[in-house]
């Protein structure tokens, strides 16, 4: 084994300014992803208009998606990451005149530009990965980044509901700004290891013509289409988020309905799983080199599902909070390996010209089926039981793992067309 596949990708100090970055950025996101709503509420005295926030920051987030896909392959994926952090923690200052009902409004606006600016964060720095750290290890690097994401969760969550408390929303809008300047500094001193290749121009002409905005978001959908395995992938990948949809609606009503516990209950049970979370991702990074991202996809998914299912029938034991503060830590690892897998699959198949619309067009589907997932879960609770429905979700989960494992059992080969986009 070479000394480079060795070291941990964290040693490598493009992809650990990256992963601080991050952390740093996603720690602000949790603290505003909290505090924001209850400002909100604290403002209004109402539920729906809270509600109404997430709706503001998820509709122009699935349409923008897209679009931002394209653009994270034409453009440079640091700096994109760079400009974006700087405007996100610019774009944070209308949040300080937010300080009425009349103005909420302001709220709407920032809240939708913000989730806007992730969606094209979120594939660049996906895309991004595979330039920094070599084949080997890119399992393990996003095992570190599911380390980031939970890590981040688990502070930035609570520090939130405290900042809000304690420092008001001016508070939380400077420290949230400040976290985007510090991550932007981080990933501007990011440098590429190898030398991007420019993209082959047709042999008819000297230069190729600047494509439509459509027309490369079409290219990005047949390159889907036509690369081995990422319709299944991304098929997988989507479908477990129609679980996830009825989960974000059910689990709340699950906790205080069926366990007859509290709001802290909700909330302890929930963070929970960001430890095992941090766990999982820690040992799957460890052993990335010896299990195959169509292992971590289809058991992930699979223990993930048998786990939920044991979650929701367990009250006809017990209720009792202490053990499924103990489930929820236990999921949190099978969490990351699904992750892990997926992400490694997508990254080691996709042409590098085409990571950005291919990361998009993944998060555009998993929000869609997200919100169906949502609507389903309303619609159909108060008729068969809360219990029902989340077997349903848990049983979706079993279901992805079965289809990973036979969709994904020939191992899948690396494009011939992967070319090194400009970073």
């Known amino acids: 084994m070479s000394t480079t596949a060795s070291r941990s990708p964290i040693r490598n100090r493009n992809f650990a300014l990256l992963w601080s970055g991050g952390l740093i950025s996603d720690l602000g996101d949790w603290m505003l992803l909290i505090a924001l709503p209850v400002y909100v509420f604290q403002l209004t ?10 709706v503001a920051e998820l509709v122009p987030a699935l349409i923008v998606g897209q679009v931002a896909g394209v653009y994270v392959d034409r453009w440079d994926r640091r700096r994109i990451l760079v400009i ?15 300080t009425t009902v009349d103005r909420l409004w302001i709220i709407y606006l920032v809240a939708a530009v913000q989730s806007c600016l992730a969606r094209l964060c979120g594939p660049a ?55 985007y300047l510090v991550s932007a500094a981080l990933t501007a001193g990011v440098r590429s290891p190898r030398q991007p290749a420019p993209a082959p121009a047709p042999a008819a002409a000297p230069s190729r013509p600047a494509a439509t905005l459509v027309g490369d978001w079409l290219d990005g959908i047949r390159t889907i289409r036509r690369t081995r395995p990422l319709p299944a992938v991304l098929f997988i990948g989507a479908l477990s988020q129609l679980a996830q949809g009825i989960f974000v609606v059910l689990f709340v009503v699950f906790v205080l309905q069926e366990l007859h516990g509290t709001g802290g209950d909700v909330g302890l049970i929930r963070g ?14 460890a052993l990335s080199r010896r299990i195959s991202p169509r292992a971590l996809i289809g058991w992930g998914f699979i223990v993930f599902g048998l786990i939920s299912l044991a979650t929701w029938n367990a009250p006809t034991l017990t209720t009792a909070i202490g053990v499924y503060v103990g489930l929820f830590m236990v999921v949190g690892v099978p969490g990351v390996a699904t992750m892990t897998g997926l992400m490694t699959t997508v990254q080691s198949v996709t042409p590098r010209t085409h990571l950005g619309r291919v990361f998009a067009a993944f998060e555009a589907a998993a929000g ?23 077997n349903v979700q848990g049983a979706i989960y079993v279901l992805c793992g079965l289809l990973a494992l036979v969709a994904l059992r020939a191992r899948p080969e690396r494009s011939e067309r992967r070319e090194l986009a400009p970073i």
């Open 272 to 285: 929970m799983q960001a430890i095992g979370g941090v766990v999982g991702g820690l040992a799957i990074g």
């Open 368 to 390: 869609g089926l997200q919100a169906i997932g949502v609507l389903l879960a309303g619609a159909l609770a108060d008729r068969l039981g809360v219990v029902t429905i989340l």
């Open 45 to 54: 005295g109402s539920a729906f208009i809270t509600s109404t926030v997430f």
């Open 84 to 98: 974006a952090g700087l405007v996100q923690a610019a774009l944070l200052l209308p949040l300080l005149a937010a």
């Open 125 to 179: 720095k996906a895309a991004l990965v595979p330039a920094l750290v070599p084949a080997d290890q890119l399992a393990a690097a996003n095992s570190m980044n599911a380390v980031s994401d939970n890590l981040a969760r688990l502070i930035g969550s609570p520090v939130g509901g405290l900042a809000i408390q304690m420092l008001g929303l001016v508070g939380v809008v400077i420290v949230d700004a400040a976290t």
